[in-house]
């Protein structure tokens, strides 16, 4: 929906996280008129600036504390923030009766004039599109970085960039609808966010609206919950331009995939049709996981002119993000790894497979309706002591009880911090991973991560 289209329109903004706030920053550019409902009553901070956005007037703005199914019913339009979900009943009333309920990824797609690389999936989104325009500014390109990380999508929006870097959550995508992205992917599927959907294969569905209106389709060969069902394929929303444009991955060696593995005299290659591009061990990221987030990132950009040693450089360059099995340090034969953005099983188990050497584990958090029995087979394996924090570390303490010699329970960061040092001794990893959301003790993931390495560090002092 352009500015155009939001003239007239009596418009409410719903959520002012950082999403939210660029929203309204984009709608008061427009000169269009919006109120604003928040029950955290967001706007109180949401007037702050930096040295990159405008600060924003809500001044002008009817501003409301609590949603109500009376107050959306006065809208033409509800602009949803991600963190709302569209099952709220105030939002399931309104689009009953026929409001647009948008976010601000579909006001992004309307005025959006460059290329889109679109990126969703439980695990490895942000590393997966770190890595891309990591690879294309380093080839010269001007790529941004945007959605769910960095820059809001909105934010990103300028006439100097050549092509956006979009990575998508799954409630952003509930509210998109017109996205037509030059490539695409969804990179796995897995047991997420139980606390918002009624089944995975509902939340795999919405997963797979990334490929509307797409052009190259990316699809991992060995996740059949990322492929588009028959009825999907069916519906020309979903049909690619060109099928032959259609790319897939696989970690699977002699795959049918474009891009797959080869292994030679003990040593393993990124390949593109058989042909080999990188040997995996110049690769910076550790485990299998990034390995297939390599094939990922290779896929995405093969309708791209890049050259041989532009696309092996840039693979070879990106260290890996922050928060993501960060290695902070190694002392007396300890390795500590922060993992914070390991926000659920599938990520936790990845990286617990990717270190070398018995495993302390900080895990912990708000679970969001997860089993973490899943965990149990990695855990009696690489595991050899739980340490756990968070609202559901006694949910955890049960799923994997009889898996480890030993589980402890901390009140603080720096509890564990000191329990993992305590137990720890030669050889062994200390990782955190916490398989869970940080709300309940923690801002977000990055003040988790932060507050891990900084009692990490402080061991040392």
Not at 34 to 43: L, Q, T
């Amino acid at each position: 929906m352009t500015p155009e289209q939001l003239q007239n329109k009596k418009i409410l903004l719903v959520g002012l996280g950082l999403t939210g706030v660029s929203v309204a920053r984009y709608l008061q550019m427009h000169e269009l008129s919006f109120d604003v409902a928040d029950e955290s009553a967001g706007w109180e901070n949401a007037n702050q600036s930096n040295d990159e956005t405008k600060p924003v007037d809500f001044s002008n703005s009817v501003k409301h504390d609590v949603l109500s199914v009376e107050l959306c019913m006065q809208y033409d339009v509800i602009l949803l923030s991600p963190g709302v979900p569209r099952a709220h009943p105030a939002i399931a009333a309104a689009l009953e009766n026929k409001v647009s309920v948008i976010g601000d990824i579909e006001l992004f797609a309307s005025v959006a004039t460059k290329p889109i690389i679109a990126v969703t999936g439980s695990n490895g989104k942000s590393t997966v599109v770190s890595w891309v325009a990591a690879v294309l500014q380093q080839a010269g390109q001007a790529a941004v970085l945007c959605g769910n990380i960095g820059k809001p999508a909105l934010d990103a929006l300028s006439e100097s960039v050549a092509m956006y870097v979009l990575e998508l959550s799954s409630y952003q995508l509930e509210s998109t609808s017109s996205l037509k992205s030059f490539s695409a992917v969804v990179l796995n599927v897995s047991d997420d966010h139980m606390d918002r959907y009624a089944s995975l294969a509902e939340y795999a569905k919405v997963k797979r609206t990334i490929y509307r209106h797409c052009i190259h389709r990316v699809f991992n060969a060995d996740d059949k919950q990322t492929h588009l069902t028959a009825q999907e394929s069916a519906q020309p929303a979903y049909g690619s331009v060109d099928a032959s444009n259609d790319v897939s991955y696989s970690l699977v060696e002699n795959s049918s995939a474009r891009y797959t593995l080869k292994t030679e005299q003990n040593e393993t290659f990124l390949c593109r049709d058989q042909q080999r591009v990188l040997n995996t061990v110049e690769l910076q990221l550790p485990g299998m996981h990034n390995v297939a987030n390599a094939l990922a990132v290779m896929s995405l950009l093969d309708a791209f002119a890049l050259t041989n040693q532009q696309l092996r450089e840039g693979l070879m360059s990106f260290s890996g993000l922050v928060h993501r099995t960060q290695l902070i340090r190694d002392a007396n034969g300890v390795r500590w790894y922060n993992d914070s953005k390991g926000t659920n099983i599938d990520a936790c188990e990845k990286a617990i497979l990717a270190m070398n050497g018995p495993v302390v584990l900080i895990a912990g958090g708000l679970g969001k309706g997860a089993d973490f029995s899943e965990l149990r087979n990695t855990v009696r394996q690489q595991v050899k002591a739980l340490v756990l924090i968070g609202r559901d570390a006694q949910l955890i303490a049960d799923a994997l009880d009889g898996c480890v010699e030993a589980v402890h329970f901390a009140n603080s960061m720096a509890d564990a911090v000191h329990i993992s040092a305590g137990i720890s001794c030669n050889g062994d990893v200390v990782l955190l991973s916490p398989a869970c959301a940080s709300f309940d003790m923690f801002k977000n993931f990055e003040v988790r991560g932060e507050q891990f390495v900084a009692e990490v560090e402080r061991l040392a002092a």
